[in-house]
């Protein structure tokens, strides 16, 4: 197996956990927070600052930041700092070897780059996302649980359409795109696994 996998996914889907496994199964490493570190070692940027910039952005966020650029030319975006540095940093990982990326536009940086991978997409009803959300965080309220969902997937979305200039989710961006709701985890990890292996 040579290739790079990397899992784009929905609020409370799974795709961290099943993107564990494969990487368990595959022997290989699973980057998630280790992009957050690197990107906070090479850009000079505390904690905070990157992990609020990295994929939690509303739509509100990037007109503001349009429209600072667009009347200041020297204007300098935080945001756009931290996307190039974790560029490069999942650049350097994916050239290092095998591996699983999460999250990140990593499907996108890579083919950009020439990069031989697969793009996998996680996602599962809102009643299995909700379900999942609130064992994580222990919220019981159903109305705070759809908010919390519809949240974090706007703030993927966006962000992913920003940078890739394509449609967080759409099929055709992936080459595989599963329902861990229906499917279960394990059997996701399988199916992953079979795929990274042709």
Same mark, same amino acid.
């Given at each position: 197996?040579?290739?790079?996998?990397?899992?784009?996914?929905?609020?409370?889907?799974?795709?961290?956990?099943?993107?564990?496994?494969?990487? %368990?199964?595959?022997?290989?490493?699973?980057?998630?927070?280790?992009?957050?570190?690197?990107?906070?070692?090479?850009?000079?940027?505390?904690?905070?600052?990157?992990?609020?910039?990295? %994929?939690?952005?509303?739509? $509100?966020?990037?007109?503001?930041?349009?429209?600072?650029?667009?009347?200041?030319?020297?204007?300098?975006?935080?945001?756009? $700092?931290?996307?190039?540095?974790?560029?490069?940093?999942?650049?350097?990982?994916?050239?290092?070897?095998?591996?699983?990326?999460?999250?990140?536009?990593?499907?996108?940086?890579?083919?950009?780059?020439?990069?031989?991978?697969?793009?996998?997409?996680?996602?599962?009803?809102?009643?299995?996302?909700?379900?999942?959300?609130?064992?994580?965080?222990?919220?019981?309220?159903?109305?705070?649980?759809?908010?919390?969902? $519809?949240?974090?997937?706007?703030?993927?979305?966006?962000?992913?359409?920003?940078?890739?200039?394509?449609?967080?989710?759409?099929?055709?961006?992936?080459?595989?795109?599963?329902?861990?709701?229906?499917?279960?985890?394990?059997?996701?990890?399988?199916?992953?696994?079979?795929?990274?292996?042709?």
């Amino acid at each position: 197996m040579n290739k790079i996998i990397t899992i784009s996914r929905e609020y409370g889907a799974g795709g961290h956990s099943i993107g564990r496994q494969v990487a %368990e199964q595959l022997g290989i490493p699973f980057y998630d927070r280790d992009i957050v570190r690197e990107t906070v070692k090479a850009s000079g940027f505390d904690m905070d600052t990157v992990e609020h910039d990295q %994929e939690d952005v509303s739509r $509100a966020d990037f007109l503001l930041k349009s429209i600072c650029s667009l009347s200041a030319p020297s204007y300098n975006d935080t945001q756009d $700092a931290i996307h190039e540095v974790q560029r490069a940093v999942i650049l350097q990982f994916a050239k290092a070897g095998p591996c699983v990326i999460l999250g990140r536009c990593a499907d996108d940086i890579l083919r950009r780059a020439g990069v031989e991978c697969l793009n996998v997409f996680i996602h599962a009803s809102d009643v299995h996302r909700a379900a999942r959300v609130s064992e994580l965080t222990g919220c019981t309220s159903a109305a705070e649980l759809q908010k919390m969902l $519809a949240k974090k997937d706007g703030s993927r979305h966006t962000y992913y359409t920003h940078y890739t200039g394509k449609r967080w989710g759409d099929s055709r961006n992936y080459h595989l795109t599963l329902d861990s709701g229906a499917l279960g985890y394990a059997r996701c990890v399988q199916l992953i696994v079979a795929a990274a292996a042709d």
